[in-house]
């Protein structure tokens, strides 16, 4: 839909974001995006991060004492 035709109706651009969204064009570009607010909530609503999934907070009573190899040495980097 087109600035203009928006301008001019309204209410047909509410009517139809019932079923889908709308979007406004300016120039031929799309500028805007009209839709229900309940299709704008379910859009934001936060989602898990991949942080919180991967969280584990009955492992930090978990002990966890590794053993350290013998076998590695450690070695000088050089960085320049």
């Known amino acids: 839909m ?3 035709e928006f301008n001019q109706d309204v ?3 509410k009517r139809v974001t019932g079923k889908d969204p709308v979007f406004i064009t300016d120039r031929g570009t799309p500028a805007h995006v009209l839709l229900t ?3 704008y909530y379910r ?3 936060a989602a ?6 991967l969280a584990m907070p ?3 009573e978990i002990e ?7 076998t590695i040495t ?3 980097v050089d960085l320049s």
């Not at 898990?48 to 999934?53: I, L, Q, Y």
């Not at 966890?64 to 013998?70: D, E, L, T, V």
């Open 2 to 4: 087109s600035s203009r």
């Open 11 to 13: 209410g047909k651009a």
């Open 37 to 39: 607010v309940d299709e």
């Open 43 to 45: 859009l934001t609503e």
């Open 48 to 53: 898990e991060s991949v942080a919180d999934m």
């Open 58 to 60: 009955e492992s930090a």
């Open 64 to 70: 966890f004492n590794p053993i350290r190899s013998k």
């Open 74 to 76: 450690l070695r000088e």
